[in-house]
């Protein structure tokens, strides 16, 4: 019933906002989130360890087809419930200086896409995974079309057709799955869609060989893996900031726990035959993303591109199928939410004092801005895998899965750790300790509301890069349990 909790408390939240108006939706939300949190930590305090999955639902949803609302917790689904839940409230407070055009709404959407993400870390039946990978998808829509920048517009509709495609794929590929269980002459209700059906379904090759880029399509645009990444820094750029940092922080994490969950166990043989390819592409994405964030002069697009090149490396460590490879992607996608939502947070600080984002326009800030800077520098070396900060245990993890499976693919996805190096420390170098600028004597310091986003992110940088087997031990047993469902078929 927990799960169950979890999955109604912002959606009856968001209902409620319809009588907040203003700072008070503001504040409703933020309170809403922070209960959905403490539901959150209270499923990890109460979690047993395993495998299998806990705090289970399994009722009837359209039992005529052998559909069911089943929903569930392993460790792997709670390490990203609880990433969710932890950024959520954070995102929120984020956006204590900006107001926006009817408030309530907006606040609501972003509790609607709280209960997408959460259902779909939790659906155990693959048409309810389908259901509430819609349900994010939606809200965040609306968020970046009507609250974002001027080209909002054609941005938006460019990331929901891609996104929209590939969900359709996935569709496809779940609905011929779901046909493959159970004898089809005694009808639908004889098939189901659970997701321990479809890992012992008996499945050729050549069928799995399609029906991995069936299902990989919808992840591949989430991730985003190049080439199918197009959306992403546009779709950045133009959205408000709070909106940025679910689409980074959160929603990136769809597609590789996806691929984790609903590919690597159910298409094995398909995994197999693409694996090279996936690989290949990821290291293009990680080398390409790396080099395009060089050549930026605006510190959000720069983000956006350094984004792309991490999530490339934990692509990379997923499909190389080694325990550390996918133990490094459970935990470096906790790390990433915290790095890259702390990043965009400060961004966004420096852009409402300056405004501007641009790079050449910025410089000496650090002389009035001591408390931004430290914080600035804290959340860029955890991006930048320095040893005791988060960002190193899930990189170091990530490059020795991939050296695992080839030794000459591990030294070039290395690369991405001097790439960042150069683009992130280039970047704060310029802006933060660069020539003096218009704004270095008037520009001012962090906020204690602005703090109060940033510490926690803070400790979470360290607590993850000293006490790893916190977060890890929580994955341990998911990672082993789809790893062997890989090898057995």
């Known amino acids: 019933m927990l799960t169950v909790l979890l999955l109604l408390w912002p959606v009856a939240a968001a209902l ?7 700072s008070a939706a503001r504040v409703a939300a933020f309170g809403a989130a922070l209960i959905e949190f403490v539901l959150a930590v209270f499923a990890a305090v109460t979690f047993n360890g395993g495998n299998s999955g806990q705090f289970s639902l399994n009722l009837p949803w359209i039992a005529s087809a052998g559909i069911n609302f089943h929903v569930g917790m392993d460790g792997l689904s709670l390490l990203l419930v609880l990433l969710t839940t932890f950024l959520v409230p954070l995102i929120l407070l984020a956006s204590y200086r900006r107001t926006f055009d009817n408030a309530s709404a907006f606040y609501a959407l972003v509790l609607f896409m709280e209960t997408g993400l959460v259902g779909v870390f939790t659906a155990q039946d693959a048409f309810l995974f389908y259901f509430f990978w819609e349900v994010a998808l939606i809200p965040i829509y609306f968020l970046a079309g009507v609250w974002g920048g001027v080209n909002r517009a054609k941005v938006t509709f460019k990331f929901f057709l891609y996104t929209i495609v590939g969900s359709l794929f996935m569709l496809a590929g779940f609905v011929y799955l779901y046909f493959q269980t159970g004898p089809a002459a005694n009808g639908l209700a004889a098939h189901n869609a659970e997701l321990t059906s479809f890992y012992n379904l008996s499945l050729s090759a050549q069928e799995q060989s399609w029906l991995f880029w069936l299902i990989f399509a919808a992840f591949a645009v989430k991730m985003p893996i190049f080439p199918f990444h197009t959306w992403q820094p546009d779709t950045y750029t133009e959205s408000p900031a709070p909106a940025t940092m679910l689409l980074s922080g959160i929603m990136l994490k769809m597609g590789i726990y996806g691929c984790m969950r609903w590919l690597l166990p159910v298409v094995p043989l398909g995994v197999s035959q693409w694996q090279d390819l996936v690989l290949i592409l990821s290291i293009i994405g990680i080398i390409y993303g790396a080099i395009i964030a060089i050549r930026q002069q605006d510190v959000k697009r720069l983000i956006a591109y350094s984004s792309l090149s991490h999530v490339g490396l934990m692509i990379a460590g997923v499909f190389s199928l080694t325990q550390i490879g996918l133990q490094g992607a459970s935990i470096q996608m906790l790390a990433h939410g915290v790095n890259v939502v702390g990043m965009f947070f400060i961004a966004d600080c420096i852009e409402r004092r300056t405004n501007t984002r641009l790079i050449p326009d910025l410089g000496g800030l650090t002389r009035q801005t001591p408390v931004l800077t430290v914080c600035f520098l804290v959340l860029l070396l955890g991006t930048v895998a320095l040893p005791l900060t988060n960002g190193f245990v899930g990189e ?34 310029r802006v933060m300790l660069g020539p003096d600028s218009s704004f270095s004597d008037t520009i001012t310091d962090l906020t204690g509301a602005e703090l109060v986003v940033l510490v926690p992110l803070i400790v979470l940088v360290f607590w993850i890069g000293l006490f790893p087997n916190t977060f890890l031990h929580l994955s341990e047993g998911s990672v082993m349990n789809i790893l062997s469902e890989v090898v057995k078929r």
């Open 16 to 22: 409620l906002l319809h009588f907040f108006k203003g």
């Open 396 to 429: 170091f993890l990530l490059l020795g899965g991939v050296y695992q499976y080839n030794a000459w693919m591990g030294a070039v996805a290395g690369i991405t750790i001097i790439l960042a190096a150069v683009y992130l420390l280039r970047m704060f170098q």
